[in-house]
Structure formats: structure tokens, C-alpha cells
């Protein structure tokens, strides 16, 4: 008896200890995953609905909003796609608001479903029908004068339209607008087409199937008869200054509307202008044309002509040989340079070519600092800011030799003549010839013109 009495209580114990672990083990769970409540929302899907009928009055894009309990990390994993919230369709009457109910399914068991709003959705089924809606043009303004508009084109001419029959029987037509603005040439415009109800009130096709969402309008424009639109043919006389030329000559617009009879007109191949003197212009200009029309010909008195006439320098190339001068040598020296002459070609406008003068292009050699010995120096050439360019300049450096210079000679002074200090520039190659030491001076060059003649050798002293 006492054994019985102590496994009943072994087994008492064992069953408690049991329960008290079982307990202790969910509380910690429960202390390290604790149950929450989270809120989530799912788009409303409807189906079963038959082939030949549309959903109306009814916002397909609805949302569900279910409540969802368990354990936090369940809650925190889980996301819409999760769930499918549904309303069945397949039994409901065409033609009749009906009330269905939502069906929310969830793929994680633990997450567990306990409110969902809205439980139910009321709906309406319609017979989906197919309808020609007529497309038509709302012509605006008129085609340029001269010119008339044929039959216009539509394309498509009507619209085929799908969707509830509630609303596609309410539509009447579509409009399209087009405006002609004195257009002078056929007219091909897409434009989107405006759809309107039995009342005449614009309609919203916003849900509809559309069998074109755009309608091509043609409007041909031809000219009328008895009109045409000819060409322009600027006459001139004369010829620009010399060194200009004519660049060209343009007529603004290039064509002008011409009327008389539809004989004379189709055979006037163009419209000339009354002659323009160009004669000795060195500048392009711009002036108002005078057409000379033939007899029984006229224009519009609204339509002018601009003539520009462009008109530009001849651009070519000078050559020009120059002696150089000496800048910089010191009074204690003497210098020869090798060659001679040095080519100088230019390029630019063949007037301002033309027009320069002896000593407007000045060849210099800078011996500034230069002691006795023989050096390379590239020879600067100076010529007036007139649109001129320097192109070429041979040699690119003269062979320049400096020496000691010779000791000066003086006349008598009853001789009459007053006497200068001369100094010796032989150029290699060249005849000895005396000039005056002064000529080293490069300010002397340019204060005293027959001093400088003489210094560049074009004249030798007596």
C-alpha cells in the first residue's frame, strides 16, 4: 500500500514539473518573441467574371485592409503579396447591384487572420458590347488666298469602341478639330479625338477599349485657278568696286501669288524684279524690290519683297620685298646681314592690299645687346591692322654679322658741307657702301624721312 502511495506521488510530481516547465518555457517565448497586432493592406482582386460582360460602378482598384495577430517576428516577415483578397463574380446577375463577399487568404498559418475591412463589395455586371462610334471634322479658318480646300479625309472614319453597355450606347460621336490658318498646301494633322453623349455633352470614355486612341485628318488645298505661286528672279546691273565681288543675291520671300488669267498665268515662268544698281558698292544692303509684272498680271499689294544683296572683298595673297632695317645695334658696331631683301607675303581683302603705301610694311632686325659675331635673327614684320594677315616671311631668319666698327671720316670744314660720321653695312654679297653711324639709331629711321632713304639704301649720299 505505502508503495502505491509513493508512486502516485512520484507520478504527482513528475506531472507538475512537467506543467511548470511547460510554463516556463512558454513564458520565455513569450518574453523573447512576444504576440503583436499588425495592420496590412491588400488589393481586392475580382473573379469569375464571364466574357461577355464588363464590371461597372465599380472601382476595380480597391484595397482590403485585414488585421493580423502572432508572434512579432511572423508579423514582421510577412508583406501584401502574401495574401489574395478576392470577391467571386461568377453567380452574380447581369444588370443588378449585387453584394459579395471578400475572401482574404494568407500563405503563413502563424500569421493569423481576425479582422478584415470591408467584409463585403457591392457590385455590378453589365453585358459588354462593341459599338462603330462616327468620327466628325470640325473644320476651322480658311485655306490662303488663291486656294481652295477639297473633300477632307478621315482616318479612321469611325471608332470602334468596347466596354458596358450602360455607357456605350450613351456615346454619339467623336469630334476632331483641325484649323487651316490660310494654310497653301494640303493639310495632314493627328489629333485626339473628343468623344460626346446623346445630350451633346463630352463624354468620358476613360474604361472603354478604343479601337484608335488618334484620327488622321487630310485636308487638301490646291491652288485656285487663275492663281499660282511663281518664283522670284532678282535682276541687277553693274558691277562692285574694284576688289569686290557679288556673293550673292536672295529674294525673301522666293515666291510671290500671282493672279490673271489661268492661260497667262501658267505660262509666266517666273516674276522679275526691276533692275538693281550695283554698280562701285563695296558693302552688302538690303532694299524693297519692284516687281515688273506683265500685262494682266497682279500680286497682292500686302505682299512685299526683300532683295539682299551680299557683297564682299576679294580675298588673295601680295608679295612684297623688303629691305630690313637695324634696331638696336650699339654706336661701337657695325652689322651685315645675309640675304639682302626679305620676302614678305600677305593675305586679306585685295583693296586693303592695294592701298598700302611704301612704309606701311616695315622689316626690322632687333640687335639689341648684340656683341661682335655672327647670329640667326628672325626678322619682324610690321603691317597696318586692316584685316591683313602675314602668310609667309622668307628666309624665317637672316644670317646677321656684327663687327667692331671702323673709325669715322670728316671733311674739311671750309668745304661748306656739314659733315656726318658714316659707318660701313655690307650686306654678304653685296657692294661696300658708307652710311652715316646715325643710321644705327633706330629713332633716327623714323624722325628723318631722307635720312632713312639713305640709311635703307634707296639713296646714296654724294
Not at 511548470?20 to 481586392?44: C, G, H
Not at 453584394?99 to 457591392?122: C, L, M, W
Not at 455633352?201 to 505661286?229: I, K
Not at 532694299?287 to 500680286?299: K, N
Request: with cysteine.
Amino acid at each position: 500500500m505505502s508503495r502505491a502511495r509513493a508512486a502516485l506521488t512520484n507520478v504527482g510530481t513528475f506531472l507538475l514539473s512537467l506543467v511548470l516547465a511547460i510554463f516556463i518555457w512558454m513564458s520565455a517565448s513569450q518574453t523573447q518573441d512576444p504576440a503583436r497586432t499588425r495592420f496590412i493592406e491588400v488589393p481586392l482582386g475580382f473573379v469569375g467574371i464571364p466574357s461577355n460582360a464588363a464590371l461597372v460602378n465599380t472601382d476595380a482598384r480597391q484595397t482590403v485592409q485585414i488585421r493580423l495577430e502572432g508572434p512579432d517576428s511572423v508579423l514582421q516577415a510577412v508583406t501584401p503579396e502574401d495574401f489574395t483578397a478576392t470577391a467571386d463574380l461568377s453567380d452574380i446577375p447581369s444588370g443588378q447591384l449585387t453584394t459579395v463577399d471578400v475572401v482574404v487568404v494568407g500563405r503563413n498559418p502563424a500569421a493569423r487572420i481576425s479582422f478584415i475591412t470591408p467584409e463585403q463589395v457591392d457590385v455590378q455586371l453589365e453585358q459588354q458590347v462593341t459599338r462603330e462610334v462616327p468620327v466628325e471634322l470640325d473644320l476651322r479658318g480658311t485655306a490662303a488666298r488663291g486656294h481652295q480646300q477639297d473633300e477632307p479625309l478621315l482616318d479612321p472614319p469611325s471608332i470602334q469602341v468596347s466596354g458596358p453597355e450602360s455607357r456605350v450606347s450613351q456615346l454619339d460621336f467623336a469630334l476632331v478639330t483641325v484649323f487651316l490658318n490660310s494654310t497653301a498646301e494640303t493639310l495632314v494633322e493627328s489629333s485626339q479625338p473628343i468623344f460626346y453623349d446623346q445630350s451633346g455633352r463630352v463624354a468620358s470614355v476613360t474604361g472603354l477599349d478604343l479601337s484608335a486612341a488618334e484620327v488622321t485628318v487630310t485636308v487638301p488645298v490646291v491652288e485656285s485657278a487663275g492663281f499660282a505661286d511663281k518664283l522670284v528672279t532678282v535682276e541687277w546691273t553693274g558691277e562692285p568696286a574694284p576688289g569686290y565681288r557679288l556673293l550673292s543675291v536672295t529674294a525673301v520671300p522666293p515666291s510671290v501669288l500671282v493672279e490673271g488669267r489661268p492661260a497667262q498665268v501658267n505660262q509666266l515662268a517666273s516674276v522679275k524684279t526691276e533692275p538693281i544698281d550695283i554698280n562701285g558698292l563695296t558693302q552688302s544692303f538690303q532694299q524693297t524690290a519692284v516687281l515688273a509684272l506683265p500685262a494682266g498680271i497682279t500680286v497682292d499689294p500686302e505682299q512685299t519683297v526683300m532683295v539682299n544683296i551680299e557683297i564682299e572683298p576679294i580675298l588673295t595673297t601680295s608679295t612684297f620685298n623688303r629691305v630690313p632695317t637695324l634696331r638696336g645695334l650699339g654706336q661701337a658696331y657695325d652689322a651685315t646681314f645675309e640675304p639682302a631683301q626679305v620676302r614678305v607675303i600677305l593675305f586679306g581683302p585685295l583693296p586693303a592690299l592695294d592701298a598700302l603705301a611704301e612704309n606701311d610694311i616695315r622689316v626690322s632686325l632687333n640687335l639689341f645687346g648684340l656683341e661682335p659675331g655672327v647670329y640667326s635673327v628672325e626678322p619682324d614684320v610690321d603691317v597696318p591692322d586692316r584685316g591683313i594677315e602675314i602668310r609667309l616671311v622668307q628666309p624665317p631668319a637672316v644670317t646677321v654679322t656684327v663687327v667692331p666698327a671702323e673709325a669715322d671720316t670728316a671733311t674739311e670744314p671750309d668745304a661748306g658741307i656739314t659733315t656726318v660720321a658714316v659707318a660701313t653695312i655690307t650686306p654678304l654679297g653685296a657692294s661696300p657702301v658708307q652710311l652715316p653711324a646715325v643710321c644705327s639709331l633706330s629713332t633716327t629711321r623714323i624722325a628723318y624721312g631722307a635720312l632713312a632713304d639713305i640709311c635703307t639704301r634707296r639713296h646714296v649720299p654724294e
